[in-house]
């Protein structure tokens, strides 16, 4: 099984077979959550604006503005928040930017696409590995063009699992962020020296890190089922 | 100091300061090289069609096609062969397309360009920080748009020089390249994993791999100081 990192989004990226996408802090490991609390589907969106577009009694909008609730949104994009929602058999609409051009990258070429995160990691890997054929690929969103410390980090955690349970040929990315894994035992230590967690500091979210830090706790993992719109449509894999 | 790690290169990135490229194996190693030989200057250029205008009694050409030396070319693109040829004196037209489009795109912006690889990285580190007033950003040059092994494991080694001379700010990315310099303490052993090097062994060329690999061997830095054409002229630093 090929096993290949790619450290951020690029437009003329293709993929053959599996994607895992990475946005640690916080959209994907939010969206796990979100299925924990019992969430029927997750819809992705790139935007605020693209969200409000499905406001109904029966939808729940989440999504940040300086990674704070919007106005009009029921909810932030805080995985803690997101476990304890009351979104049992409702479609959520997360607005995320960097998650959601990283998953609708991916959509575009892949024959299946999955969110991952730390929170999720084994089952992720565990699900990738069941879909392959030849190639698990593992995206990193990273943060507006710029590489994130906390998602190649993941991406380290992920490739890690994936060549515990099969025999895997790594490409040039997937053995930097095992390097990266490596170098940080700790997985809080790697996320907060993230920019992506010196940004959540900023804005008072700091316990969203240690949150986002623990490894292997849900066996929840989105899968892209289809669309509708600019939504991409997530659910139980 | 801010420290920042491009781990490959992206149009919309902008430079307000030093940037380092780097491209190990093997085109900024054999820039480096051709300096120790005694050239009088490089230029380097993104074709070998580019590199045959300049063809000329009084200028050497060196380029590669799958590694190999191309018809009506003086010589390869090896350091090995850099480093005995006899190129005192004169303008060496260095035919690489990675590296080229690398240092084109940090050109764009940049104040100042130097050539850096494992070979001079001492002397690469320091002039950066000599030069530099605000930031040193290093770029890897990478492969065809995949990230390069061979050139994050370089940066990671100029981030650790540039850290042990100064105190730095280091990015995400520079962090992902000091792990990945600290998961490998045998610079052999990175650079014989990368993909880059993959590709030498399969033309016969892997020589230059434990070559590639030497540290701080040279105090010869490829400084950008003009173009001319399609070429990025550079002189020692
Ligand atoms: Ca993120
Ligand atoms: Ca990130
Ligand atoms: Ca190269």
Request: glycine letters at 8%; aromatic letters at 4%.
């Given at each position: 099984?090929?096993?290949?990192?790619?450290?951020?989004?690029?437009?003329?990226?293709?993929?053959?077979?599996v994607?895992?996408?990475?946005?640690?802090?916080?959209?994907?490991t939010?969206?796990a959550?979100?299925l924990?609390a019992?969430?029927?589907?997750?819809?992705?969106?790139?935007?605020?604006?693209?969200?409000r577009?499905?406001?109904d009694?029966?939808?729940?909008?989440?999504?940040?503005?300086?990674?704070?609730?919007?106005?009009?949104?029921?909810?932030?994009?805080?995985?803690r928040?997101?476990?304890?929602?009351p979104?049992?058999?409702?479609?959520v609409?997360?607005?995320?930017?960097?998650g959601?051009?990283a998953?609708?990258?991916?959509g575009m070429?892949?024959?299946?696409?999955?969110?991952?995160?730390l929170?999720?990691?084994h089952?992720?890997?565990?699900?990738?590995?069941?879909?392959?054929?030849?190639?698990?690929?593992?995206?990193c969103?990273?943060?507006?063009?710029r590489?994130g410390?906390?998602?190649?980090?993941?991406?380290?955690?992920?490739?890690?699992?994936?060549?515990?349970?099969?025999?895997v040929?790594?490409?040039?990315?997937?053995?930097?962020?095992?390097?990266?894994?490596?170098?940080?035992?700790?997985?809080?230590?790697a996320?907060?020296?993230?920019?992506?967690?010196?940004?959540l500091k900023g804005?008072g979210?700091?316990?969203?890190?240690?949150?986002?830090?623990q490894?292997?706790k849900?066996?929840?993992?989105?899968?892209?089922?289809?669309?509708?719109?600019?939504?991409l449509?997530f659910?139980r894999?």
């Open positions: 099984m090929r096993l290949r990192v790619d450290l951020l989004p690029r437009e003329e990226l293709v993929y053959p077979d994607v895992l996408v990475v946005d640690v802090i916080r959209a994907t939010t969206a959550c979100f924990e019992g969430a029927e589907a997750l819809y992705l969106v790139p935007s605020l604006e693209a969200a577009a499905f406001k009694e029966d939808v729940v909008l989440a999504g940040e503005a300086g990674g704070l609730r919007p106005s009009g949104f029921d909810l932030g994009n805080s995985p928040e997101a476990l304890e929602a979104v049992g058999g409702k479609v609409v997360m607005a995320t930017t960097n959601t051009k998953a609708h990258l991916a070429t892949a024959k299946h696409v999955l969110l991952a995160s929170f999720n990691a089952a992720a890997a565990r699900k990738a590995l069941e879909l392959a054929t030849e190639e698990v690929a593992i995206l969103a990273g943060k507006e063009g590489v410390l906390d998602d190649v980090y993941t991406a380290g955690v992920l490739a890690e699992y994936l060549g515990l349970m099969r025999e040929e790594p490409d040039d990315g997937a053995r930097i962020a095992l390097a990266v894994r490596r170098a940080h035992p700790d997985p809080l230590e996320l907060s020296l993230s920019a992506a967690a010196l940004a804005v979210l700091e316990a969203d890190i240690p949150f986002c830090a490894v292997a849900s066996a929840q993992v989105p899968l892209l089922s289809g669309r509708v719109g600019e939504a449509i659910k894999g």
